[in-house]
């Protein structure tokens, strides 16, 4: 166990999905795994541990933010023993030909800070996915006929933010969407030797001001489920 997760030796298996909304964990465990055993509920985060096609795999849920997710990847990582994490979430479209609904599997993540800056000091390190990932996930996304997008994303630091100046750099500079988690995960993915990606659906568009509505969310997101497990298990 460790103060974050309670699970036993074992429970966790070596290829974990991690959404943001602990809730959308029990959601995409319950519909894609088989025997679905709850192995964590530490201050609400919940975690599941089944079966796809045969493959063991974790559901975690990360919280909001780089520094939630970097507690539960260090965790999961370095007292579990994950090989394989997957991002998988929401996020703010910023290009004109990116529409509501479409994937995007981020190649790449910039961000002002995260949670590793203090270990890379005066390095400006380019966090980046794997690329076996990578290259199985697009395959399963067009096996799937989603409309998906391969490139850069903005990994922000806060929520509310209030730097039109900002948005308006990353989109001239071809960023495809804005999060809160992946440059962290990718750090912390390269330091421990893992293979880590962010399979993203967008749900809103910081230039349209389109938004998914609740509703459509649940079926939106199971595509994106389906093409992180079949990336994990190509």
């Known amino acids: 166990m460790t103060p974050h997760i309670r699970a036993e030796a074992g429970q966790i298996a070596e290829t974990v999905l991690m959404p943001g909304d602990p809730l959308r964990a029990k959601w995409a465990a319950e519909t894609f795994l088989d025997e679905p055993e709850l192995v964590n509920d530490v201050r609400g985060m919940l975690g599941f541990t089944g079966t796809w096609r045969g493959n063991r795999v974790t559901i975690h849920g990360s919280g909001m933010g780089m520094p939630s997710l970097s507690i539960y990847a260090n ?17 703010g479209a910023m290009q004109s030909h990116v529409k509501i609904r479409d994937v995007i599997l ?9 949670p590793s800056a203090g270990i890379f000091r005066e390095v400006n390190f380019a966090p980046c996915a794997d690329f076996g990932l990578l290259v199985a996930a697009h395959k399963a996304a067009l096996g799937k006929g989603s409309d998906v997008h391969v490139g850069g994303i903005y990994s922000s630091d806060v929520f509310y933010d209030e730097r039109p100046d900002l948005t308006e750099m990353m989109t ?19 330091r421990h030797g893992c293979r880590a990606l962010a399979v993203l659906t ?16 649940q079926s939106s997101f199971g595509d994106m489920v389906e093409i992180a497990l079949e990336a994990a298990f190509a």
Request: avoid cysteine; glycine fraction near 4%.
């Open 75 to 91: 965790e999961l990582i370095a007292k579990y023993g994950a090989k394989t994490l997957i991002r998988i979430g929401s996020t």
């Open 202 to 217: 967008v749900s809103d568009h910081l230039l349209t001001h389109e938004a998914l509505p609740a509703a459509d969310r």
């Open 172 to 190: 001239r500079h071809g960023i495809l969407a804005v999060e809160m988690e992946a440059a962290e995960l990718y750090n912390l993915a390269a």
């Open 106 to 114: 981020a190649q790449t993540a910039s961000s002002i800070s995260t």
